[in-house]
């Protein structure tokens, strides 16, 4: 009975370890693919939404694994 109780924490572990990593993957993604987006956005579009084109191809050329932040606030 205690070695079953064991057992299933080292796979509750492995299998938690696995979801977080699911969710980098996944968040990373995200990130690319919203970064990819805003690159392709012409300054006119970027200045009518009240984003400074400035601001928004240096958040379109950060690295992957850096949050983003919030472009109207800068």
């Given at each position: 009975m205690?070695w079953a ?9 492995q ?5 977080r ?7 990373q993604?995200r990130?690319r693919?919203?970064?990819?987006l805003l690159?392709r956005?012409d300054p006119?579009?970027l200045r009518?939404?009240?984003?400074d084109?400035?601001a ?9 694994w ?7 606030d800068?």
């Open positions: 205690v109780a064991i057992g299933r924490r080292a796979e509750d572990r299998a938690g370890w696995l979801r990593l699911a969710q980098a993957l996944r968040i993604r990130r693919a919203a970064r990819r690159a956005i006119r579009t009518d939404a009240g984003i084109p400035v928004a191809h240096y958040e379109a050329t950060r690295p992957f850096i949050a983003e932040r919030r472009l109207r800068l």
